[in-house]
């Protein structure tokens, strides 16, 4: 069988089941007429970029990055909502304060953005600082964060 078609079939068994190791989905592919190395599978999860989110029952499963990429962006949304103080740029920084506790969350759900210009973040207990490469990238990531409280 073709890998372009062995793909579809995979992307189609995650979109509709969840699928928790590659074993597990060596085992469907099995049930669908394809005998495949686990090499095989390891390479086709790397290439549809599969990537491990949690499932209803606590553990993981096998989902498309841009289902990962919705979910943090709901929780981003949700946090800008419940803890943002007041966000400010100054020259390559974009400064976040935030109610306390709350600046490490904020940190680790950017840092899983994929934010153009953003070299990193430093986060205390009550501050995030978002280090960027420019000042007019600090602008456009501030404007990008201010879109997730619409």
Same mark, same amino acid.
């Given at each position: 069988?073709?890998?372009?078609? /062995?793909? $579809?079939?995979?992307?189609? *068994?995650? %979109? ?11 085992? +469907? ?47 981003? /949304?949700? $946090?800008?909502?419940?803890? *943002?103080? %007041? ?11 935030? +109610? ?49 409280? $619409?």
């Amino acid at each position: 069988m073709h890998k372009e078609m /062995r793909l $579809k079939i995979i992307t189609n *068994l995650i %979109s509709t089941q969840e699928v928790k190791t590659q074993e597990e989905l060596g085992n +469907l592919l099995h049930n669908n007429g394809l005998d495949v190395t686990q090499a095989t599978i390891s390479r086709d999860v790397r290439e549809l970029k599969l990537i491990k989110v949690p499932s209803k029952d606590g553990s993981q499963k096998y989902s498309f990055k841009i289902d990962q990429d919705h979910f943090i962006s709901e929780k981003l /949304r949700h $946090k800008l909502k419940d803890a *943002l103080v %007041s966000m400010e740029v100054i020259n390559y920084f974009v400064i976040i304060k935030t +109610l306390p506790g709350h600046a490490h969350s904020f940190g680790a759900l950017l840092d899983s953005l994929d934010l153009n210009g953003k070299a990193g973040t430093i986060c205390g207990n009550d501050t995030c600082l978002i280090i960027c490469r420019s000042p007019q990238e600090s602008e456009r990531i501030k404007q990008q964060i201010e879109f997730y409280q $619409k």
